[in-house]
Nanobody
């Protein structure tokens, strides 16, 4: 009943920027934490950044100072502004959101992923 759709990925040169977006739709009463994960081939999926319903943010060390996560609750959208991109940022980026649909349906959901490729 819930869908998360990412957009904004693409191919950029090192040092460039991208802005990822993730829109939640479906049966949604409220959304708690929203986050961005990424997974490179042969590597474990890692948490990149998260943002609570109140706007509190966290970042993994490797992106601290370069990436900014934000959300628009009215639009049910979370963003990831990525600046000063490095080749090691290349990965499939996934949106994750803990969504409360009903009193008994409260769980995290995943988007389909959007590819980010950073060339050197």
């Amino acid at each position: 009943q819930v869908q998360l759709v990412e957009s904004g990925g693409g191919l950029v040169q090192a040092g460039g920027s991208l802005r990822l977006s993730c829109l939640a739709s479906g049966i949604i009463f409220s959304i708690d934490t929203m986050a961005w994960y990424r997974q490179a081939p042969g590597k474990q999926r890692e948490l990149v950044a998260s943002i609570s319903s109140g706007g509190r943010t966290t970042y993994t060390d490797s992106v601290q100072g370069r990436f900014t996560i934000s959300r628009d609750n009215a639009k049910k959208t979370v963003y990831l502004q990525m600046n000063s991109l490095k080749p090691e940022d290349t990965a499939l980026y996934y949106c994750n959101a803990y969504i409360i649909s009903t009193v008994i349906d409260r769980r995290p959901h995943w988007g389909q992923g959007t590819q980010v490729t950073v060339s050197s």
